[in-house]
């Protein structure tokens, strides 16, 4: 840790932040961002969501202010890649290989590990076949997901009047719905293929918003989360291991809560 607070490690993956929408949890990440530096910051597809942004223009100051603060860290020598995804998809193709005020946009990336391990960096959704297959249902089920957000928020807000903490609709769905953790199952393990085809170690990706660290399928499978409800990061320590931070809390009243995921070995 710096003498100003702020905790560096060697790199940072950040995915599904979703700038543009009014489930983006700017405010938290920005407050991560002020607090956490790494040499080498991912943003690893998602970050913006064009798709939201052409329906209907949403963009308050917390988001600019995050946009801002990337912008700072790439220019103070923080060494900044951008992944695209399917929702800030209008970075692909013809910018692959530019920058733009110091951040590079790649269409996937090889991170290399302090301990010499590699790991393939993509966003994920090309393995989507819902994405890829049929694009009206993907958008389909992108409004559904805002509803259930917007539902989320009037439940909780009942909920913090009777002193109930918070509960997540939508994770709940998607890990008591059968077919939804197949779906994470099948997505897993074709990221896990495609690391393999690749011959690296593993995998380092985003898309489904479920942080997830874990080697079932031969070789280590990380997911970055998302900052819309789990508001969760990958950070690699300088000794090369692996953390997930959930993030869930504002500095005014924070108190450290990492949840510590598999490490690697």
């Not at 223009?57 to 060494?79: E, I, S």
């Not at 009037?154 to 002193?163: C, E, S």
Request: include cysteine; charged fraction near 25%; proline fraction near 2%.
């Amino acid at each position: 840790m710096t003498e100003t607070g702020t905790k560096r490690y060697r790199a940072l993956f950040i995915s599904d932040v979703h700038l543009g929408t009014r489930g983006c949890q700017a405010d938290k990440l920005l407050d991560f961002l002020r607090q956490h530096d790494a040499e080498t910051i991912y943003l690893v597809g998602d970050i913006v969501d064009g798709w939201a942004l052409r329906s209907s223009w949403y963009w308050p100051q917390a988001h600019n202010d995050v946009v801002q603060k990337l912008l700072r860290q790439a220019r103070k020598g923080a060494r900044m890649i951008y992944i695209p995804g399917n929702h800030d998809e209008f970075l692909r193709g013809g910018y692959y290989g530019t920058h733009f005020g110091g951040i590079e946009v790649q269409e996937s990336a090889i991170h290399e590990g302090a301990d010499g391990r590699r790991y393939l960096v993509v966003h994920g959704d090309i393995f989507d076949l819902v994405v890829t297959q049929a694009r009206w249902l993907a958008l389909l089920g992108d409004k559904a997901y805002d509803f259930a957000l917007t539902a989320n928020r009037l439940f909780n807000a009942l909920r913090r009047i009777f002193g109930a903490p918070y509960w997540s609709l939508s994770k709940w769905a998607k890990h008591k719905v059968k077919n939804a953790v197949n779906y994470i199952g099948a997505f897993e393990k074709a990221l896990a293929t495609e690391a393999s085809r690749h011959k690296v170690d593993g995998v380092i990706c985003g898309h489904i918003h479920t942080a997830a660290m874990h080697d079932d399928y031969g070789l280590r499978y990380i997911n970055c989360g998302d900052w819309v409800e789990s508001c969760t990061a990958i950070a690699e320590h300088h000794d090369g291991k692996f953390e997930i931070i959930t993030w869930t809390q504002l500095s005014a009243d924070y108190q450290p809560s990492l949840e510590l995921a598999q490490k690697a070995a």
